[in-house]
Every structure is written in structure tokens, then in C-alpha cells.
């Protein structure tokens, strides 16, 4: 799935009902969803993000960019939130101007003509900056994933192959679909890393693991999917600077209500 090497799947308290629920997925012994198992895992491990869920708006942090990004670093927020609005921020500006001018304003330049894997690896190392271990990892293959999914480009990919179809991508599905890709690969590796380790304890066939590794993922699409579009209906993405405390907002706005979105599949507990 291009993340690390699973991680042991946490023991005793709310881990037991996941753990429970995984094991009758699994055999097909109960009426156990993929969005219960997620729901589940999320309440279990306190959010989506490694660290902490939700982070005082006001509280410093990790900026994504220069200029206008820098009131993002002020504003704080959590590492997801910073993340998707940078990200977000990047995607607005490449689809108006150019790729050089969106990596300056996210803080990286002089990677013109430099091919498309290294670009993108730097825009993945740069939007997860001030993270460590685990929770760099699972983000950087998140953004890494979400850009390459919007290229769609094969071969020896270029900076100007990149830039095209960067700009292809976002003229027919915005930066909300940008948004979407990352949320997505993010929450996705979030919920898999971690119960990666049970599910291959529970069988060793290869096809039942692949078949439940395809519907956590496709749960998580499905939902992300359902969020964006009920934000894209009340109008969270229109006329927004990303780079301000305003678009920080949005992106937590948008972290925080997926959250609980998928906590509630796990309710009861």
C-alpha cells in the first residue's frame, strides 16, 4: 500500500472490540461493515492524526509556505489541517498560474526542470515538515500518492508532463479533488497501518486480506467523497485564500467533521 511496514495492532481496552469486529469480518461470521471497523479503529486510537486529533487553532505550528502561508504557520492547527490546506493552497495556484510559481509559494523553489518524482517527493517532504517517525511517513506517502493519482503520468514523467496534467486534473475536478485524493490516501494508510498486523494474524489467505484491504479503502473514498460534496454544496471552498488563517479553518473544518463522520460508524462503544 506504500506505507512502512504495519505496526503490532494495539491490545485490551477499545482495541478488543476491533480487534473482535476484524475477526468476524474476516471469517464472515457477523454483519461487520468495513465503516465500523474504521469507526471503530478511529475511536480506539483517538483520531486520525498519530498525534493528537484536533489542535488549538491558535497555537504555533508547522507553516506550509511563504507570504500568505506564513499566517497559515501562525494560526497553528493540526498537522492534517496544515497539510490539506497547504496542499490545497498549491493545487489554487498551480491551476491559475504556473507549477514554478505554486512551489515558490508553498516555500520551495528552484525545481524547474528537475523530473516529476523528485518535484513531487519535495512538495510530500515539504507539507508534512515538523513531523517525525510514523506520522511523517503516513502523511508524505499520503500527499505523494494523492498527486501522482491526479498526474496520472507514466514513463520517465517530466516537469512540464507534471505541470500539464497537474492543470488537466484541477480544470476538471478543482482542488477539492485534490483535497479529496489526499484525504483519502491519508485516512486509508491512518486505518490500514494500523490493523494491517491484526487481519494478517487472523488468515493467511492473501485474497481475503487483499479483498478487505480494497473495502477499508474503498469505505474511506466513499466517505471522503460524501464530505467534500456536502462541503463543496455550502460553499466551504468558494473564493478561499489557502494560505490564510481562513483556509486553515476550512481544512480543520473539514478534518474535524470527517472525523466524526467516521466515528459514528463505531458509536456504541
Same mark, same amino acid.
Given at each position: ?36 471497523? &474504521?469507526?471503530?479503529? /478511529? ?9 493528537? =486529533?484536533? @489542535? !488549538? %487553532?491558535?497555537? +504555533? ?81 499520503? &500527499?505523494?500518492?494523492? /498527486? ?9 514523467? =517530466?516537469? @512540464? !508532463? %507534471?505541470?500539464? +496534467? ?104
Amino acid at each position: 500500500m506504500g506505507t512502512s511496514k504495519s505496526m503490532p495492532t494495539p491490545k485490551g481496552g477499545k482495541w478488543t472490540r476491533v480487534k473482535r469486529e476484524i475477526s468476524s469480518y474476516v471469517s464472515g461470521s457477523g454483519n461487520i461493515s468495513p465503516q465500523q471497523i &474504521i469507526g471503530s479503529t /478511529i475511536i480506539a486510537s483517538g483520531g486520525l492524526s498519530l498525534r493528537s =486529533t484536533k @489542535e !488549538n %487553532l491558535g497555537r +504555533s505550528g508547522g507553516g506550509v509556505g511563504k507570504t500568505g502561508g506564513r499566517r497559515a504557520q501562525n494560526a497553528g492547527g493540526s498537522p492534517l489541517g496544515r497539510a490539506a490546506s497547504g496542499l490545497a493552497g498549491f493545487g489554487t495556484t498551480l491551476g491559475a498560474r504556473d507549477l514554478s510559481q505554486a512551489l515558490n509559494l508553498i516555500g520551495i523553489d528552484d525545481m524547474r526542470g528537475k523530473p516529476a518524482g523528485e518535484v513531487i517527493s519535495k512538495i510530500a517532504d515539504h507539507l508534512s515538515k515538523g513531523l517525525h517517525g510514523l506520522e511523517q511517513d503516513l502523511m508524505r506517502n499520503a &500527499i505523494i500518492q494523492a /498527486i501522482l493519482n491526479a498526474a496520472e503520468i507514466a514513463g520517465d514523467p =517530466t516537469y @512540464e !508532463n %507534471l505541470e500539464a +496534467s497537474l492543470q488537466a486534473f484541477l480544470s476538471r475536478d478543482g482542488v477539492e479533488g485534490l483535497i479529496e485524493l489526499f484525504l483519502t490516501q491519508y485516512i486509508f494508510y491512518r486505518i490500514w497501518h494500523i490493523i494491517e498486523d491484526h487481519v494478517n494474524k487472523r488468515t493467511d489467505n492473501q485474497g481475503d486480506i487483499s479483498n478487505m484491504e480494497v473495502a477499508v479503502e474503498q469505505a474511506c473514498r466513499s466517505n471522503v467523497h460524501d464530505e467534500v460534496e456536502y462541503q463543496k454544496k455550502v460553499g466551504s471552498f468558494d473564493n478561499l485564500d489557502w494560505f490564510g488563517v481562513d483556509g486553515l479553518q476550512v481544512a480543520e473544518t473539514i478534518v474535524s467533521d470527517l472525523e466524526d463522520r467516521l466515528r459514528a460508524y463505531g458509536a456504541g462503544q
